[in-house]
């Protein structure tokens, strides 16, 4: 299958710092990746899709100001989560597809973010 | 609205005790409906995509069925390393976001 890296794997930041992390396509070009997140226990929750080239589509609910998405290039897209605060403390994910078949979507190996 | 609900939310087998994973759903316009493993900590790995109503596919000791109301994920003889938690998760031919159940946290003891 496609591979997708997700870095990093794990980050602890204090309360009002920012942080990004980033999801590579390593295997192919992805004109779309998606961002979800996971809380204990939960199911894994599509927060936003990420577009390259263009601004990102957020999921009712999710701040846009407060998770920034930019996808630059057709292998990179980042997640960074601005003033973090604990209730931000969660497993995120990304996933992209191959194109074809698109909608089989690969995921990263999540990142894992606890805000003190 | 699309749902997915799986069930059991947790199982426990025997080594060797077969048995199966339902997941039940609702969708404008089904796309995909797809099953993915998730290990303590890390991403999800995808198993299988099932398309159409009366598809089936099989991997090792998985075996994945479709209706169109629901999927069944059938496991034989498990083993020990088969315990994990398994997602479904449909996709509608409005997009290809994935819209996840709360899973299924198998544990399958020697």
């Known amino acids: 299958g496609a591979v997708v890296s997700q870095h990093p794997s794990w980050v602890i930041c204090k309360s009002g710092t920012s942080v990004k992390i980033e999801c590579r396509s390593l295997?192919?070009?992805?004109?779309?990746m998606f961002w979800y997140r996971q809380f204990p226990k939960q199911s894994l929750m599509l927060m936003a899709t990420s577009n390259e080239g263009s601004k990102a589509t957020y999921e009712q609910g999710v701040e846009k100001d407060k998770f920034l998405i930019n996808h630059a290039s057709l292998t990179l897209s980042t997640l960074t989560v601005t003033s973090a605060h604990p209730e931000d403390s969660s497993f995120y994910i990304c996933s992209s597809g191959r194109d074809p078949p698109k909608n089989i979507q690969y995921f990263g190996a999540g990142t894992r973010l606890s805000v003190l | 609205e699309d749902q997915v609900t799986q069930s059991p939310e947790a199982l426990r087998l025997q080594e060797g005790e077969s048995s199966s994973l339902n997941c039940s759903y609702t969708v404008s316009g089904l796309r995909g409906l797809f099953w993915y493993r998730q290990d303590p900590g890390k991403g999800p790995e995808f198993l299988f995509t099932?398309?159409?109503a009366g598809e089936e596919k099989e991997k090792e000791r998985l075996k994945a069925t479709l209706t169109k109301k629901e999927s069944f994920l059938h496991i034989t003889a498990p083993k020990p390393e088969d315990s994990a938690t398994y997602l479904c998760?449909?996709?509608?031919?409005?997009?290809?976001?994935?819209?996840f159940g709360k899973g299924t946290s198998l544990l399958v003891t020697p």
């Open positions: 295997d192919f070009q992805a004109t779309t």
């Open positions: 998760a449909v996709q509608a031919n409005s997009g290809y976001a994935l819209n």
């Open positions: 099932l398309y159409s």
